[in-house]
């Protein structure tokens, strides 16, 4: 947006040259791209986030220079002239088809113009923010556009059919010529004026040419208005039109605005062009109520790590326009004006008094952490959890909560009946999923096109289902799927390693030592099928080992893919309540003693642990898997395992007579298992 350095004067005594003010401006968040000398006056380009649709305006800009320069806001005394009070017989009517769509609608009849040129004056200061000159009524309507930031819009009185207006939405079919020419067919997501014929503009864009003024308009109907922000963006979209006025609307505009804009144009049309305003007519209000703030100075001060004086605020928020009342030495009562609906709150008043108080100002400072392991919330529980499975080499997605029916259907581990979208766009968006395996099974199958090879991807979201007893449900999982291998360096040489479920299940393990779960286990029903999660009794899901059936529907081809999914909520729970203890490191060497075993497919790594726990005694202080081994050495049905067993004393260093013992009865316990045997 353009602002003039000039213009700004007529409103705030500024006391600093242009490039100065230009970087305050800056320094207060609104960024100034450049400043371009230009007869006589500097032109400002600057920034404005979309927040701040005050901002968009000679006046709004004026406003945060008097706060910024500690300088009184003021327009010049005789600036405005009222416009004529509400008249019933005004020779025109206004009626609104939804006041949601247009709250606010006021039409000022002013008679008796003579249209020609704008004076000089008015002409450069419009060419100085880039608008072009067209004739002294339009000129000035963008005139007050730019000053105050309310667009307005001047009709030819005598073309609009019946003296009616009726701000409606477009029928089906109608089409409209605007001012620059071009024809534009209508739909009903478009709001336009209508006359009792015909639209004569498309509302907050841009009017028609059948009703502009031209050369010959005596009298003129003057709009002000406030328009629906998401109306006014489609209609810009659908007509593929953008302009100063929509650009605004788009932004939002208040009643506060619209009155002084047309009070200002009405006194500039009956100065300048010698006409005679006799009528105003007002639909909607437009006047949403204010809101009342209770700022603390204490808490400000708490959160900027100033020294804030009640003085300093009271003037801070003065100049921005608010109104401020002292409840006590600590405490103002803050009404918020219509024009800044970017406000709310405590702490909106606490970005605008830090940033007219001044950023730079303010000391740097660490943050306050506590040494207390404990008080973690939920959302940081489940944040640690993706970065930890993210260490595990695993890549987060973020994939669609809408799924079509039939991925659901395949994946096995459903918690209730899905629910369905009424009206989908799409049939790959029939339902809110019930598990996000589904759509990371997609994005593997993706990968796999693009020839990637080290596929490792994790998510965690939200699944919805329906059950008979609870009704609508929504619970956090965590979904992980590998697939492919990936190429790592030994130390010696490069090793390839191809991803299976066991690379789940070490993640899965990774993650309930982090959450302290207790007594999970990992069952499989029969040799090859899938396993499922257990902390005691309670089942906390599935891995799901792809069969061919299942990767064809996914497009996963000729590959062996994996995934899991696991419910959240214990883990976060128990990692809430998990408290860390410290214990001393061990004094004394570990002995440790592998055992090579060849046992059945369907004995589980758990079942023979157990057993070397329970009979390896207070010695044993740790059992770890070193290796497995299949091939034509072992026979059909079986698995050869090597497990290391370390033992360790508090009191001293261990001795093989005392070590010998418990490691036979370890070998004892194994071999006399039935399915067990020593390798």
Request: charged fraction near 25%; hydrophobic fraction near 40%.
């Amino acid at each position: 947006m353009k602002f003039s350095y000039n213009w700004m004067k007529d409103f705030v005594k500024i006391t600093v040259d242009a490039e100065t003010l230009a970087h305050k401006f800056t320094m207060a968040g609104h960024e100034i791209g450049s400043v371009i000398q230009q007869d006589g006056d500097f032109i400002f380009d600057a920034e404005i986030t979309s927040n701040r649709a005050d901002c968009f305006c000679m006046t709004g800009m004026a406003r945060e220079a008097s706060a910024i320069l500690g300088k009184k806001f003021k327009a010049p005394a005789g600036f405005f002239k009222s416009v004529p009070g509400k008249s019933k017989t005004a020779g025109v009517s206004v009626s609104l088809e939804s006041v949601r769509d247009c709250p606010l609608y006021t039409a000022t009849v002013i008679k008796g113009v003579k249209v020609g040129p704008s004076p000089e004056w008015l002409r450069r200061r419009l060419e100085s923010v880039g608008c072009r000159s067209v004739n002294n009524i339009v000129d000035i309507t963008n005139y007050a556009l730019f000053e105050w930031g309310a667009p307005l819009h001047a009709f030819d009185l005598d073309k609009i059919s019946g003296g009616r207006i009726i701000v409606r939405r477009a029928g089906q079919g109608e089409s409209l010529t605007t001012i620059d020419g071009k024809t534009h067919l209508l739909t009903p997501e478009i709001l336009i004026i209508a006359d009792s014929g015909n639209p004569v503009a498309a509302a907050g864009i841009m009017g028609g040419d059948a009703s502009e003024v031209s050369s010959g308009t005596v009298n003129v109907l003057l709009e002000g208005a406030i328009f629906d922000p998401v109306l006014v963006r489609k209609g810009c979209r659908l007509m593929a039109a953008q302009t100063e006025a929509s650009y605004r609307f788009e932004r939002g505009v208040d009643a506060e605005r619209v009155k002084l804009s047309v009070e200002r144009a009405v006194m500039l049309i009956v100065s300048l062009c010698g006409g005679k305003a006799q009528a105003f007519v007002r639909k909607g209000s437009g006047a949403a109520g204010r809101k009342q703030i209770e700022f603390s100075i204490t808490e400000a001060e708490k959160l900027l790590n100033i020294k804030l004086a009640t003085g300093k605020a009271y003037r801070i928020l003065s100049g921005l326009g608010f109104k401020v009342k002292k409840v006590s030495s600590s405490t103002l009562k803050v009404e918020v004006p219509l024009f800044r609906k970017d406000v709310g709150q405590q702490a909106d008043l606490e970005e605008e008094i830090a940033r007219i108080y001044g950023y730079d100002r303010i000391v740097p400072t660490l943050p306050f952490v506590s040494a207390d392991p404990s008080g973690l919330s939920s959302w940081q529980c489940v944040s640690g959890i993706k970065r930890l499975i993210a260490g595990q080499g695993f890549h987060e997605t973020v994939t669609y909560g809408l799924v079509e029916k039939t991925s659901l259907e395949v994946i096995s581990e459903k918690p209730g009946e899905a629910i369905e979208v009424l009206n989908p766009l799409s049939r790959e968006q029939e339902v809110l999923r019930t598990s996000v395996v589904p759509g990371l099974l997609r994005c593997l199958a993706y990968n796999i096109n693009q020839k990637q090879e080290d596929l490792r991807f994790f998510e965690v979201a939200d699944i919805y289902y329906m059950t008979p007893s609870c009704g609508h449900r929504e619970e956090k999982v965590l979904a992980l799927t590998v697939c492919g291998t990936r190429r790592y360096f030994n130390g010696r040489s490069f090793c390839e390693e191809e991803f299976g479920p066991l690379h789940i299940k070490g993640a899965l393990e990774e993650l309930f030592s982090w959450a302290g779960v207790q007594d999970y286990s990992f069952r499989q029903h029969s040799v090859g099928g899938n396993i499922s999660v257990y902390a005691g009794d309670e089942k906390l899901g599935e891995v799901i080992i792809l069969d061919k059936k299942q990767s064809a529907v996914f497009d996963i081809k000729n590959r062996s893919a994996a995934a899991a999914e696991i419910r959240l909520e214990s883990i976060v729970r128990s990692r809430l309540a998990r408290r860390k203890s410290f214990r001393k490191m061990a004094l004394y060497p570990a002995v440790t003693r592998d055992i090579s075993l060849l046992l059945k497919e369907e004995i589980s790594l758990r079942d023979v642990f157990e057993l070397a726990g329970r009979a390896g005694g207070l010695l044993l202080k740790e059992l770890k898997l070193s290796d497995v081994y299949k091939g034509e050495q072992i026979s059909a049905g079986y698995k050869g395992l090597t497990v290391s067993c370390v033992y360790r004393s508090k009191e001293k260093t261990l001795t093989e007579a005392e070590v010998a013992p418990a490691h036979a009865a370890v070998v004892q316990a194994l071999s006399g298992h039935p399915g067990i045997s020593l390798r």
